[in-house]
């Protein structure tokens, strides 16, 4: 649909696909939203990458240690870690047979909603026809299906897909109708960012085909011929992505991704070839993300947070984008998705309070809005307009009920809403959701007099119970009060408190917030788990001597840099993804990430810099941990390379630590494939029932 800013806030990701994924990602399948694809055509060829994939598996049967097995076909290598009970396995079934079903797209006639949803091991693509009606299976894959994206012009779908967590996407045409795919990119590049021409002849989409590295806008014709041509080269190694073309096609709204305090928008003459910076840029470094044009094209719709600390949505004319109509400055909190009808006469955008998602209408013209009343409290997610522009789709999610697609009906004043109806209901595994924990919004006072937020979930029962502090990724994401059946699996199962905060560097609390763990700052936001854990300590109904830590990605990184830092306060770590060394994992990296990486932890190659990231970096500390570690990881993970858990597993081994090791060959950034999340979620749940919950 146009002028959808896909997911972007999370404010380090114009597209999931391209950055880092929400707080939650390693947490439920309701979480992950992720471009996805195949590496090599035909649709079942093996890739290049996994060929590696498979070699690896044959050096591991070759020569196994004494203390490892291997689990789903030998896809799911465990190292140390003890065959999980028959009883515990049968305890979990329900809390990990919760399903959601997420809005992907309205078909062309605006009477069905396509919705993503798993009834196997994957998600995969489905149509309803009805409000409460059945769940028609569309794709068949093995692997999950990623965006999805409609032609306006007909029914026929665009969607992403990997194999085995590569994130190596590839673009696929989709016929719902006879239920036949194929696939359009090249089978090794990384594809994402799909968007439309308004007359649904052609797409433009990022792809690193060129080298490898730039993320390039080509454009694709859509037909039998599907020819393509690269539109635009990108000058760097930062992200570009393709935001919205003009009625007539000349005009192509560019956005570049420098860095989550550095965004820019273009504007490309497809004719003339002229390429002219719109916003952003010079000294003063600033968030500029396009939305899409307006309904005259003469005017640009966008998110920005020059001279303010939040995140606004913004207007300007194509040709004085200096002179700016700021259309939500009465609101001090970011905006964080905006979508506009076709005919450019409404828009949607969403804000985040604290965490808690509000909705609003926007009449484009007047630029009049209102907040939708009657939502439940939660959080919103992918929305589109219908084809006739009188109903809204969305995806709403609240910590008591996971992912499901809703509709609004719309009136005549764009700013005035009818009805809101449930499309689709998904199931929770039996389990009464009525006992769900709500968590409570805290702050505590870190060691420079700041206010940390953070969520804490409570178990029933008397306390003092034991803590579980769980860290989101990003750095730049926010942990957000979203459903996770998880969390309410420890809680119910484990009978522990749960710990999520949102130290300094998080999202949705202003530019200054964002920035206060850069470059030779980070150590300071593991600081804010130490006032945390001294935090702790204060309450009566927690208890201070068993507290873990939990984290994915970055959030790894947290979890091993409290290790060293606090191992004297801890009684187990659970590190998934994590980054070991900035030094290796900035070399390692896939890339087309790393100067986006570099400009978040600073830049290696610099003596100074690097001599820090080797200072802080866990695995070069890692005789002061202490602590019983579970280690998981993906092979095939682009973003934090496999080396980055088995350097660290090594040392702490030579050390005679604890260490659980679970390595998924046919997973990447985190784990998506139900078989293998089911065995990762149980032994996390006897790691921390041996280490920290105890007898």
């Known amino acids: 649909m146009p002028g959808q800013c896909r997911g972007i806030l999370d404010r380090s990701a114009l597209d999931r696909s391209a950055f880092d994924r929400s707080a939650n990602a390693f947490l439920d399948d309701e979480t992950i939203n992720r471009d996805i694809a195949p590496t090599s055509k035909p649709l079942l060829t093996i890739g290049k990458n996994m060929r590696k994939t498979l070699l690896f598996a044959l050096l591991i049967s070759l020569n196994a240690p004494a203390a490892e097995r291997t689990l789903n076909n030998g896809n799911l290598v465990l190292q140390d870690i003890p065959v999980i009970p028959a009883s515990m396995i049968e305890d979990l079934n329900r809390y990990q047979n919760v399903r959601s079903a997420s809005f992907q797209a309205w078909s062309q006639d605006g009477e069905s909603l396509f919705v993503r949803t798993r009834f196997g091991d994957v998600p995969q693509l489905h149509k309803v026809s009805t409000p409460g009606g059945a769940r028609s299976q569309l794709t068949f894959f093995s692997e999950p299906i990623g965006s999805v994206n409609r032609n306006p012009n007909s029914n026929e779908l665009v969607f992403t897909m990997d194999a085995g967590g590569s994130e190596f996407s590839q673009v696929f045409f989709f016929d719902p109708e006879s239920g036949s795919a194929r696939m359009m990119t090249d089978g090794e590049s990384r594809n994402g960012s799909v968007t439309f021409n308004r007359d649904g002849s052609g797409i433009a989409y990022a792809s690193t085909e060129r080298n490898g590295r730039s993320n390039d806008i080509w454009m694709m014709d859509v037909g039998e011929s599907a020819e393509r041509e690269i539109t635009f080269e990108a000058p760097d190694g930062t992200y570009w992505s393709p935001s919205d073309f003009t009625a007539d096609k000349e005009g192509l709204l560019i956005t570049n991704y420098v860095a989550v305090v550095d965004s820019r928008i273009h504007l490309k003459n497809q004719s003339t070839g002229k390429v002219t910076q719109l916003r952003g840029g010079g000294t003063n470094k600033s ?84 907040e939708v009343d009657g939502l439940p409290t939660g ?13 809204l789709a969305m995806t709403l999610n609240t910590p008591k009920t996971p992912s499901d697609t809703f509709v609004l009906a719309l009136k005549d004043d764009p700013t005035r809403h009818g009805a809101l109806t449930r499309w689709t209901t998904s199931e929770v595994g039996g389990l009464n959701t009525e006992d769900f924990a709500v968590p409570e919004l805290i702050e505590y006072e870190t060691f420079d007099n700041r206010k940390i937020p953070a969520f804490l979930y409570k178990p029933q029962g008397q306390g003092p119970f034991p803590v579980v502090i769980s860290i989101h990724g990003g750095p730049e994401s926010q942990a957000l009060p979203s459903f996770s059946s998880t969390y309410q699996m420890w809680l119910a199962k484990l009978g522990v408190a749960i710990l999520v905060p949102n130290v300094r560097g998080s999202d949705g609390y202003g530019k200054s ?7 030779f700052k980070r150590e300071n936001s593991v600081k804010d788990i130490g006032t945390l854990l001294d935090w702790v300590e204060q309450q009566p109904e927690l208890d201070k001597n068993r507290v873990a830590v939990f984290g994915g990605s970055y959030g790894g990184y947290m979890v091993l840099a409290s290790s060293v830092l606090f191992s004297d306060r801890l009684k187990a770590a659970v590190d998934v993804v994590g980054i070991s060394s900035f030094v290796t994992f900035l070399e390692n990296t896939q890339d087309y990430r790393r100067d986006l990486r570099r400009a978040e932890y600073g830049d290696e190659r610099d003596p100074e810099m690097r001599a820090h990231l080797e200072k802080i970096s866990p695995l070069n500390n890692a005789e002061r941990i202490k602590v019983p570690m579970l280690v998981v990881q993906g092979q095939n993970d682009p973003r934090v390379p496999v080396t980055e858990s088995q350097q660290l597993v090594d040392q702490l081994r030579e050390q005679g630590q604890t260490v659980w090791y679970m390595n998924a060959l046919n997973e990447g950034h985190g784990f998506r494939k139900k078989e293998n999340r089911d065995i990762y979620q149980q032994a996390t749940v006897l790691f921390l029932k041996e280490f920290l919950v105890g007898k």
Do not use: C, M
């Open 287 to 370: 968030i500029n993300l396009a939305i899409g044009f307006d309904a005259d094209d003469q005017g640009f719709f966008f998110i920005t947070n020059e001279g303010s600390e939040f995140a606004q949505l913004a207007w300007a004319r194509l040709d004085d984008p200096d002179n700016i109509v700021r259309i939500t400055n009465n609101i001090n909190w970011d905006i964080d998705d905006v979508i506009l009808s076709d005919d450019r006469q409404r828009a949607a955008f969403v804000v985040n309070e604290g965490g808690i998602h509000r909705l609003y209408l926007l009449d484009t013209r007047s630029r009049k809005f209102a």
């Open 379 to 391: 959080l919103v997610g992918k929305l589109a307009f219908s084809p006739s522009g009188r109903a």
């Open 513 to 519: 917030y964002l920035q206060l763990d850069d470059g």
